[in-house]
């Protein structure tokens, strides 16, 4: 026999199931780690490589899934996709694709980088030149057909070259989809590191490296962009704390290697503008670090200028950083030092 009391409380119970579930899924879809492509111009400076050294870290929580890198620039020693290949293998996870652009920034010439051939040379890996590499392109566009639909992170923190070609491919062996087609199915978000705002007296140098891909990518380049500008970065102060890391680390090798100031980037550390880029594709914009501005689209010229329209349709945002840039430096200097969590894998 069931007493009233008891049939409401069945009934309570019967109610809180779907509710009980619905918060379940929630709590899987929150705790599923965002799958992100890394799309960097490692050579020059070294906060790329702090980058990957924040990427991985928040791997080793669980929080992204590093599916694919691509470089976009031309690393005179050849070396830049190796020196990807030797941090990812420090951190268990040397197995990762890797791509590079043959013609990088064919428009420029580069310093050969203080650090990529030494991490090449020092540090495990079985990558081989970047001109031996398989293709940007190619890999990008096996990443994403390969992912989920509406669930890949693009995150870009050099030239916007790779981002060009991959808008203007065509249907190939991975995807029947064209660039522009295969962005808007499987892409969720994108944040590029570039461009400053809400305007840039000089232009920035990640738009400078290719201007005609960035004005293509702000125009074209479908779906929700995050830009993040040099003012960010700028203002975060990051990298001394390598100086507790292992021997063993590559990321530490690249800043005692990379000059800076008046010594080396370890000495007393430097900008952050990679760091924090990846901190946005993977933890997004959240409210304790950061000021989201939208409502407005960026528009860049053909000399590198961006700048910040406020009342345009687009799905375009720009971050300001909420408060002191310490509590982000704190947090990337906390992700940039810590140890992997599993062994090396080629
Ligand atoms: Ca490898
Ligand atoms: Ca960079």
Known sequence: MFSINSIHSLRLKLLA???????????????????????TDISNDCDDAGALAVLHALADQGKAEIIAIVTNIKCPANASAAAVDAINTYYGRGNIPIGTDKDGLK????????FTAAVRDEFPHDT??????????????????????????YCSVGALSNMEDLLRSSPDQHSPLNGKELIRKKVRVTVIMGG??????????????DPSAAVTITNYWPGKIIWQGYEVGKAIITGA???????????RRAYELR???????????????????????????L????????????????D???????????????????????????????????PPAATKTF
């Not at 199931?17 to 799958?35: D, Y």
């Not at 409210?287 to 053909?302: M, T």
């Open 17 to 39: 199931i779907p509710v009980l579930c619905s918060f379940t899924m929630l709590t899987a879809q929150a705790s599923e780690p965002v799958r992100i492509i890394l799309d």
């Open 107 to 114: 428009f420029r010439t580069l310093r050969p980088s203080s």
């Open 128 to 153: 081989p030149g970047d001109l031996q590499c398989p293709d940007s392109i190619d890999i990008c566009r096996k990443a994403l057909a390969s992912q989920p639909d509406h669930s890949v992170v």
């Open 196 to 209: 400053g705002f809400p305007r840039t007296v000089s232009p920035e140098t990640n738009l400078l490296l």
């Open 241 to 251: 704390a390598l100086k507790k890391a292992g021997k063993d680390n590559p990321v």
């Open 259 to 285: 000059p800076f100031g008046e010594g080396k980037a370890i000495d007393h550390g430097k900008p952050s503008h990679d760091q924090a880029a990846v901190l946005l594709a993977v933890l997004g914009i």
């Open 287 to 302: 409210p304790e670090y950061w000021i989201e501005i939208s409502n407005g689209r960026v528009v860049i010229d053909s």
């Open 304 to 338: 590198g200028h961006s700048q910040w329209k406020a009342g345009r349709k687009k799905s375009h945002r720009y971050v300001k950083i909420k408060g002191s840039p310490r509590k982000l430096g704190d947090l990337i200097e906390h992700l940039m030092i810590q």
